[in-house]
């Protein structure tokens, strides 16, 4: 009769030996001494385990990671989040990133699919209609982060990026900018989002809203040439609302250079509170946002869903504005 559950352990405890000496019996059996091995292969013979039965016991289980930019600061968090969770409970983690591409995400998604994988962390609240139909069929638990909208079903950590939006632009015209154009950089969902909030805010002080869209993932050189097309293209320009610190870092390094003054002349905000804009002088205003917390959070409630434990589907953590000098 063959015994599927027994595990490394069990077979370093029959054989007289540490669980790392069976495992490396299994994986280069030469390296591990004549006697040695003997011990192990025989208790393998009377248990009726065969090489791959015990090696898939040994393996560590799985959590598929998928994000947008390995180049992000505010992804090397999360995951550092992550994996500060998934290490310790013993899991391993997969990490593929997509270039903020929905077809290659699509092919990612199918991809780690295909791995025997116990749940899958998403950093996009949209997919195409395949990656959605490939999502669908997965028999595994799903979670998503850096924003709240999820389908039924699925975990979602993270904060409500249009307030965000909103709250940040209210700041600035509270400061008495009137002319205030919104920096974006890949129009992805999470950009829009903030971007509507934007819209909102300024409407609501009947000023109209204005938007510089590269569609290219933001840098520090990009936020400098936003600032030079939008200066021309807007000559009463007062404020700036940037997707992300680094262009925010970008324009600022550029006002400096040209003699505009910040904010007198220009007022200016990030978003993400990333250590590159709380370094500068002035340090740049910044909606403050707890990436390492979202990714220790969402680890959390996925291993729980895993385990078939209750946990709630939604996780509000919330944002803080930072004003630095620069609003």
């Known amino acids: 009769m063959k015994h599927p559950r027994v595990t490394l352990q069990d077979i370093a405890q029959l054989a007289g030996v540490t669980k790392m000496t069976v495992s490396r019996f299994l994986r280069t059996p030469e390296k591990v001494a004549a006697d040695t ?23 560590k289980p799985r959590i598929g990671v998928l994000i947008p930019s390995f180049n992000n600061q505010i992804f090397a968090d999360l995951l550092a989040g992550i994996e500060s969770v998934t290490q310790a409970r013993g899991y391993q983690t997969l990490v593929v990133n997509y270039d903020y591409s929905p077809q290659r995400e699509e092919e990612q998604i ?6 025997p994988i116990a749940g899958l962390i998403l ?7 395949r990656a959605e139909t490939y999502l669908g069929a997965a028999k595994i638990p799903l979670a998503q982060v850096m924003d709240l909208d999820a389908p039924p079903g699925r975990i979602a950590v993270g904060f409500d990026n249009e307030q965000a939006g909103y709250d940040m632009t209210e700041a ?3 400061s008495g900018k009137r002319h ?41 050189s990009i936020g400098a040439d936003m600032l030079a097309m939008a200066r021309e293209r807007y000559p009463q320009l007062d404020g ?7 262009l925010a870092v970008g324009v600022l390094q550029a006002c400096l250079r040209l003699g505009v ?35 220790k959070t969402a680890a959390e ?4 869903r895993i385990a078939g434990e209750p946990c709630a589907e939604r996780h509000d953590l919330h944002y803080r504005l930072s004003l630095g000098g620069t609003v």
């Open 37 to 59: 091995a003997e011990r192990i292969a025989q208790v393998m013979r009377e248990l009726n385990v065969t090489d791959a039965d015990t090696a898939q016991a040994g393996r």
């Open 110 to 115: 199918a991809q780690l699919l295909s791995y």
């Open 123 to 129: 950093s996009d609240s949209a997919h195409t209609l």
């Open 172 to 174: 600035l015209l509270a």
């Open 180 to 220: 205030i154009v919104y920096f974006g950089a890949m129009s992805d969902a999470r950009d829009n989002k903030r971007y509507r909030g934007y819209c909102r805010a300024m409407a609501s002080q009947g000023q109209t809203p204005r938007q510089i869209a590269p569609h290219r993932v933001s840098s520090v």
């Open 240 to 246: 700036i609302l940037c997707t992300n610190d680094d």
């Open 261 to 295: 003054r910040v904010p007198q002349e220009v007022a200016l905000s990030g978003f993400h509170g990333l250590d590159i804009g709380q370094a500068t002088t002035p340090s740049i205003a910044s909606v403050i946002t707890p990436r390492l917390d979202m990714g």
């Open 301 to 304: 409630m996925l291993l729980l």
